[in-house]
């Protein structure tokens, strides 16, 4: 473990940045992610809590579309770790990918001297509630307007929350709840760039294919989509001497340790995730550009689409070769930066 002093330097300096952000109100955030099925989600919740720390969002809520219980549970690990355990959490039912993966179940059950190295607020997944439930309760007590909606797997859980009658959560359908509540949905999904294959087809949308088609259906015209395609976080690496550097201030982290399960150290890994979440919360900061408008949907093979049309808010990012180098450093420090506890 470094020195106290370094740690406290640490503080020091984002109370600074802190001073500087509150002036805008934080953004009211809700987090869908398949965490487990690959490294970048892991790192993207990190940056949630490290801009928390700064007062620039609120995690109202964090909901898993791989239905695995070790993908909610490592949610819960992370959440825990940057002392926020009370965090809502939700979980998918008959989801997809159902495999443990890598990296989850191993750093949720990892123990030193027979004791568990990480705290969490649930010890079993089966105590969690379902994750349109939560989806429905987080929304419904927010203020009109007011939540940014970052979706980083599969469209399961928000195909369902749009499809969601009335209850005794909301009279409210979840469409209406969406359109009442949200302000944006930022989510990482599809290619976009001129040199994409004709065989391909994106992860987050042929492992629901489905869903994918639901959301853009059902997704009220009033309110603006954000995609960040493949070809943007696979421009944008999170090295791999970030990793062997820049968490050593905890004997034990749950990002670096995740991150050193997923593969083969040392290895630089795509910021895929971590794109739409850093758009959501500082969306005038100049980190990415933005296409022209137009209207997404699934076409008949099962791809995201954009079609231009300037009566619609759907958009899809983009990116400079100096966007790309600004955005690796500033993802690198936000997702090592240290709890502020």
């Not at 290895?267 to 022209?292: C, H, M, N, Q, W």
Request: net charge neutral; charged share 25%; proline share 6%.
């Amino acid at each position: 473990m470094k020195p106290m002093m370094s740690v406290l330097a640490v503080f020091l300096c984002l109370s600074f940045f802190q001073s500087d952000s509150l002036a805008a109100k934080p953004v009211k955030l809700i987090f869908d992610t398949d965490m487990g099925n690959d490294i970048d989600d892991a790192l993207a919740l990190a940056v949630i809590h490290a801009l928390q720390s700064r007062g620039e969002c609120e995690l109202l809520a964090v909901t898993s579309s791989k239905d695995n219980p070790w993908s909610i549970l490592y949610c819960d690990v992370v959440n825990s770790f940057y002392g926020r355990s009370e965090i809502p959490l939700g979980r998918v039912s008959q989801g997809a990918t159902h495999l443990d993966g890598s990296y989850t179940r191993k750093v949720v059950e990892m123990s030193e001297d027979g004791k568990p190295v990480f705290a969490r607020r649930f010890q079993s997944a089966e105590d969690i509630p379902d994750a349109v439930s939560v989806l429905r309760s987080t929304l419904a007590a927010q203020p009109d307007h007011s939540v940014v909606l970052v979706v980083v797997g599969f469209s399961t859980n928000i195909a369902r929350l749009l499809q969601s009658p009335g209850d005794q959560i909301s009279p409210l359908t979840g469409r209406e709840l969406v359109s009442r509540k949200v302000k944006l949905l930022s989510q990482m999904i599809g290619r976009f760039d001129r040199d994409k294959p004709a065989e391909f087809h994106e992860y987050n949308v042929k492992l629901d294919i489905p869903a994918a088609k639901t959301v853009f259906e059902l997704w009220p015209a009033e309110i603006p989509v954000i995609v960040s395609g493949w070809e943007v976080g696979r421009s944008i690496q999170n090295r791999a001497v970030s990793i062997q550097n820049d968490y050593g201030y905890v004997k034990y982290h749950p990002i670096k340790l995740g991150y050193e399960y997923w593969h083969k150290m040392p290895y630089d890994r795509p910021t895929y995730d971590l794109t739409s979440v850093l758009y959501a919360i500082r969306p005038e900061r100049d980190y990415f550009g933005v296409s022209k408008p137009g209207q997404f949907k699934i076409n008949e093979v099962g791809k995201l689409e954009h079609t231009k049309k300037t009566d619609r808010n759907q958009q899809f990012l983009t990116l400079t070769p100096e966007q790309i180098l600004r955005v690796q450093e500033v993802l690198e420090s936000l997702s090592s930066q240290p709890p502020a506890m």
